[in-house]
T-cell receptor, first 113, second 115 residues
């Protein structure tokens, strides 16, 4: 059974704090993705990675960075959290040659106050 | 660039009634098409996909979708819904061929099944 786990289901942080969201997959997938999900806006891609230490910007990378030091782990970093980053964050992974078939984690609901 | 439009943000339907969730896409090149489902408090999971071949694709839980190239549509249908089908449904497109291509998602349709 494919498993994508995210470090927290709920997180509350203060404006200006540095925030780390962690994602781990156990399927030896090459690709990993970070999305944010907002009501009425659907899913928007923040960053993705197709290999260790490799990353590509998605549609809304501003205010975020990522780190992939190991194949199974992909971290999303908010350098200085702001209230407009309050959202649901979803991590996903896939094989390189079938990037359309993504396996999602349960999500982290981040609230920035 | 590709785009996806889901025409209804919310669809309420009575249990055992049929349902259609509409999806239209825009692309200047060939695309693959998908429906993902998100049950309450869960991540998304792939429901069904169209890559090539028969334009009618089916899922294991009774949903089907038909690729219509002339109308650039990929509507999702089920002849008789259950309470357990209550979820948010996302239509998505991807470039064709093997490789690391992004998925472009629609904004989602919330299906509420009324007992």
């Amino acid at each position: 059974d494919v498993k994508v786990t995210q470090s927290s289901r709920y997180l509350v942080k203060r404006t200006g704090e540095k925030v780390f969201l962690e994602c781990v997959q156990d399927m030896d997938h090459e690709n990993m993705f970070w999305y944010r999900q907002d009501p009425g806006l659907g899913l928007r891609l923040i960053y993705f990675s197709y290999d260790v230490k490799m990353k590509e910007k998605g549609d809304i990378p501003e205010g975020y960075s990522v780190s992939r030091e190991k194949k199974e782990r992909f971290s999303l970093i908010l350098e200085s959290a702001s209230t407009n980053q309050t959202s649901m964050y979803l991590c996903a992974s896939s094989f390189w040659d079938s990037s359309y078939e993504q396996y999602f984690g349960p999500g982290t609901r981040l609230t920035v106050t | 660039a590709q785009s996806v439009t889901q025409l209804d943000s919310q669809v309420p339907v009575f249990e055992e009634a049929p349902v259609e969730l509409r999806c239209n896409y825009s692309s200047s090149v060939s695309v693959y098409l998908f429906w993902y489902v998100q049950y309450p408090n869960q991540g998304l999971q792939l429901l069904l996909k169209y890559l090539s071949g028969s334009t009618l694709v089916e899922s294991i839980n009774g949903f089907e979708a038909e690729f219509n190239k002339s109308q650039t549509s990929f509507h999702l249908r089920k002849p008789s819904v259950h309470i357990s089908d209550t979820a948010e449904y996302f239509c998505a497109v991807s470039l064709t061929g093997a490789g690391s291509y992004q998925l472009t998602f629609g904004k989602g349709t919330k299906l509420s099944v009324i007992p």
